[in-house]
């Protein structure tokens, strides 16, 4: 059994930043996709950051410049950092990864508990 659990979020006022933190647990053989998603209010849930399984970094539009990912294998841990936030980053964010774990074949995905991101005006 594997576990996501993110840390971090929170209320920030614009132009702040704010760090999230996702850690997986469990009987882990490697990671290979890890990315960020949010979903706001009434939206769809979209991509904000991911690791590719070549490790190859993408960005959402809205957030290039201004977030950053980043990862600890060793830890098996996917953070983002998010910089001059504005009022429309206010979401919840979720932390995904695709996983293989020992006896498994082939990787699955995981999802965390996700984290509320408010920014104010």
């Known amino acids: 059994q594997v576990q996501l659990v993110q840390s971090g979020g929170g209320l920030v006022q614009a132009g702040g930043s704010l760090r999230l933190s996702c850690a997986a647990s469990?009987?882990?053989?490697?990671?290979?996709?890890m990315a960020w998603y949010r979903q706001a209010p009434g939206k769809q849930r979209e991509l904000v950051a991911l690791?590719?399984?070549?490790?190859?970094?993408n960005y959402g539009d809205s957030v290039k410049g201004r977030f950053d990912i980043s990862r600890d294998n060793a830890k098996n841990a996917v953070y983002l950092q998010m910089n001059s936030l504005t009022p429309d980053d206010t979401a919840v964010y979720y932390c995904?990864?695709?996983?293989?774990?020992?006896?498994?074949?082939?990787?699955?995905?995981?999802w965390g508990q996700g984290t509320q991101v408010t920014v104010s005006s």
């Open positions: 995904n990864m695709r996983i293989l774990t020992t006896g498994r074949l082939l990787f699955t995905e995981y």
């Open positions: 469990g009987s882990i053989v490697s990671a290979s996709v």
């Open positions: 690791f590719t399984n070549s490790d190859n970094t």
